[in-house]
Nanobody, 124 residues
């Protein structure tokens, strides 16, 4: 099995920073894209930022210039640095990775795996 474990998040003041990290572990063969998504109350889950294994990044328009995604391929980790936080950034943030894995002699092709989610609240 594989899993994604997130850390960071919590309460932040408007204009302040927060940083997330997400570690992938288990019987991983390869990790393709990794990213962060968020879901605010009564809203659909939305993309925040993604990064490919080669380092290409993509951001939601609402976070461009404020958030930075990065990854460490050697450690199977992805990070999200959030600056200039706004109350509308309040949401549960989820880490996602597209991974292939093995179990015994079986190969499982790439599919989406999700972290458990972590709450971010931006409030004064």
């Amino acid at each position: 099995q594989v899993q994604l474990v997130e850390s960071g998040g919590g309460l932040a003041q408007p204009g302040g920073p927060l940083r997330f990290s997400c570690a992938a572990s288990g019987s991983i063969i390869s990790i393709n894209a990794m990213g962060w998504y968020r879901q605010a109350p009564e809203k659909q889950r939305e993309l925040v930022a993604t990064v490919t294994s080669g380092g290409s990044t993509n951001y939601a328009d609402s976070v461009k210039g404020r958030f930075t995604i990065s990854r460490d391929n050697a450690k199977n980790m992805v990070y999200l640095q959030m600056n200039s936080l706004k109350p509308e950034d309040t949401a549960v943030y989820y880490c996602k990775a597209v991974m292939s894995r093995y179990s015994g002699s079986y190969y499982y092709p790439p599919r989406d795996y999700w972290g458990q989610g972590t709450q971010v609240t931006v409030s004064s």
